[in-house]
């Protein structure tokens, strides 16, 4: 059995899949590893690591992809790339099917072994595979520090001879897995923190970490059962947006974090609230690649709103790729690990283990 897995367009993806802690863990299961070239370079890993570790470093990477029984990645691979999977061969990865159905449709057509991570379900057993959480957890603490260094002013307060600097006020919007991190962070650094949630569960989760938590009147507990949010209703729009342009008035700076899966993200932030903040105020949008929670966030840019600046990313774990590839790479041996049969050393694609059966694209 080989496991093989090629770079990423690292214009858009510098995380990597596989990092060298995880090769004797691989080794274990019976498996053979082959990378491509300069796979970790960017990184600062070179191949001769690997190779002294037993795998396989190749410049062929059409060849990688149509000898390796199992390819993972961190997205989806381009056309060119996927055209050489065949039948029952496996690809892992974080393929977004909400926008890649065409093209998952094509490889499923295949008999290609489909499975994407963003779809493991919220239950105990999944945890050590699950890659929102982990990528989410950095997201919120890098959303932190980007923002902070975008702030003219300083974040905790001090007492001086020649007067007191006031601390700095942050609003945490969303309050999941990356917006308790950034809630943590951000108290860490000396700030005051609020956050708001349609999550009712948040509450005390927010009040743990010492942010504020702001309940819009007549709270609805907008909770899946999957423990993800869901849309809200009108009428909880509505107060919740009444309650955020008064708090934002008070507001330096706020960091968006509010994610519908498989959905345009929530527009929680609206022109007139933002005119309302004052100027010198940071917007740090998180959900900028899926339309951003405010109305004037753009990908990859800093947008200037009335002296308020309004940043959004296509990927900030980009700027925290070490950090996030050995998260990532433990999540997705953890998944393989328990796609193998310990016995016969082959896929055992049993759809009663509702990990398998949940992340399986048919």
Known sequence: MKIGSISENQNLEKRIAITPEMVKKYTSLGLQICLSENYGSHLGIKDEQYIEMGVKISKDEIEILKSSDIIVQLGML????????????????????????????????????????????????????????????LAGYKAVLESFANFEKAIPMMMTAAGTVPAAKVLIVGAGVAGLQAIATAKRMGAIVFATDVRMASKEQVESLGGKF???EGSEN?????????EASDDFKKKQEDLLSETLKKIDIVICTALIPGKKA????????????????????????????TAFTKVDKIIERNGVKIMGESNILNKLPISASSLYAKNMFNFVENLIDKETKKININLEDEIIEKTLIR
């Open 78 to 137: 381009p056309d060119d790339k996927s055209l050489n999977i065949n039948e029952n061969q496996t690809l892992i990865g974080v393929l977004n099917p909400y926008n890649n159905k065409e093209k998952l449709d094509r490889l499923a057509k295949k008999k290609i072994n489909l499975f994407s991570l963003e779809l493991l379900p919220r239950i105990t057993r999944a945890q050590s595979m699950d890659i929102l959480s982990s990528q989410a957890n």
């Open 222 to 230: 907008l909770e899946t059962e999957g423990g993800y949010a869901k």
């Open 214 to 216: 702001l309940t819009v």
């Open 266 to 293: 929530p527009l929680i932030i609206k022109d007139n609230m933002i005119d309302n903040m004052q100027a010198g105020s940071v917007i740090y949008d998180l959900a900028a690649i899926q339309g951003g929670n």
